[in-house]
């Protein structure tokens, strides 16, 4: 499985970016699919993540209400869209794809996902 962000960028504070993850797998629909961040000095964090079947989402507190996670299953795509961005958002984005299997699991644990994207780097200036 290979995943491949895209959009990736330098934003003003209050300008919105919206970026892209390619995924290149036969059943891309039994993936839970999220997006964490990594700031410089910090681990990486958990932003948001969608179900396979787009049913549920899930936000960081601090990202909700102003990013958006979709998906559109028949192109292997999943979405972020930020808007309101904040210096703080700044940080190298990641893809994350996690195959569907039984028993609980905590979405936001970057241990719990078995692909990862190389990254886009985001920075928002004031």
């Known amino acids: 499985v290979q995943l491949v962000e895209s959009g990736g960028g330098t934003a003003q504070a209050g300008e919105s970016l919206r970026l892209s993850c390619a995924a290149s797998v036969r059943t891309f629909s039994i993936y839970t699919m999220s997006w964490f961040r990594q700031a410089p000095g910090t681990e990486r964090e958990f932003v948001a993540a969608?179900?396979?079947?787009?049913?549920?989402?899930y936000y960081a507190y601090s990202v909700k209400g102003r990013f958006t996670i979709s998906r559109d299953n028949a192109n292997n795509m999943v979405y972020l869209q930020m808007n309101s961005l904040k210096p703080e958002d700044t940080a190298v984005y990641y893809c994350?794809?996690?195959?569907?299997?039984?028993?609980?699991?905590?979405?936001?644990?970057?241990?719990?996902?078995?692909?990862w994207g190389q990254g886009t780097q985001v920075t928002v200036s004031s």
């Open positions: 994350a794809a996690r195959r569907q299997r039984s028993g609980s699991y905590y979405y936001g644990a970057p241990k719990e996902y078995d692909y």
């Open positions: 969608i179900s396979w079947s787009a049913g549920s989402t």
